[in-house]
């Protein structure tokens, strides 16, 4: 069945560094891939996208490229704030579920940044 | 816009107690999904519907049942609560396509003692 494997944290962060949270994936067919942020108190949302292979998601500043070569969506970004500290999971939804277009989750990485 | 609103927020039961949870969206999507969240364990898929009238088991369906009557709502029960059911409950939906992301309630912490 699918499967989604992203790194373990906690990752703790100072204000400004470089941010990367590894994703990799095992799918049949070609899934669509996602990254959710959870913040404190609050459901998921969605933070970015990529629907097929060397597509990039953006949003907020944060990038994920899908490669399909290497199973992989890693979430980057160039200089993190303290707002960004959340819980971050990768995920992936595809026909190989069938037609129920279930996602499933990575485990979830918490980042905290400091000032 | 609501989007997908789940009550209640917070709920302490005894072990053998029932309860139900709801889950209310507005935004006519035919999918809704239960997942409940475990330190460690990420989401985990419980029970979903594909439309009205209808469900199916996820990952993890036993000891919860659900109805989805009406279109726009879609609840989970408890029948006879345990410890191992405290978690965190998150509703979600979609409007038909694994292109789209699910939006997500804001979840049900449940304690159950």
């Known amino acids: 069945g699918d499967s989604v494997t992203q790194m373990e944290g906690p990752v703790t962060l100072s204000e400004e560094a470089f941010l990367t949270i590894n994703c990799t994936y095992t799918a049949t067919g070609y899934p669509s891939l996602f990254w959710y942020v959870q913040y404190p108190g609050e459901g998921l949302q969605l933070l970015l996208k990529a629907t097929k292979a060397d597509d990039k998601g953006s949003n907020k500043g944060f990038e994920a490229t899908y490669r399909k070569e290497t199973t992989s969506f890693h979430l980057e970004k160039g200089s993190v704030q303290v707002s960004d500290s959340a819980v971050y999971f990768c995920?992936?939804?595809?026909?190989?579920?069938?037609?129920?277009?279930?996602?499933?989750f990575g485990k979830g990485t918490l980042l905290t940044v400091n000032p | 816009n609501a989007g997908v609103t789940q009550t209640p927020k917070f709920r302490v039961l005894k072990t053998g107690q029932s309860m139900t949870l709801l889950c209310a969206q507005d935004?006519?999507?035919?999918?809704m999904y239960w997942y409940r969240q475990d330190p460690g364990m990420g989401l985990r898929l419980i029970h979903y519907?594909?439309?009205?009238?209808?469900?199916a088991k996820g990952e993890v369906p036993d000891g919860y049942n659900v109805s989805r009557l009406k279109k726009q709502n879609f609840l989970l029960g408890l029948e006879s609560a345990a410890p191992s059911q405290t978690s965190v409950y998150f509703c979600?939906?979609?409007?038909?396509?694994?292109?789209?992301?699910?939006?997500f309630g804001n979840g049900t912490r449940l304690t159950v003692t």
């Open positions: 995920a992936l939804s595809g026909p190989s579920g069938g037609s129920n277009y279930k996602l499933t």
């Open positions: 979600a939906s979609n409007p038909g396509s694994y292109n789209s992301p699910l939006h």
């Open positions: 519907s594909v439309g009205e009238g209808t469900t």
């Open positions: 935004m006519n999507h035919e999918y």
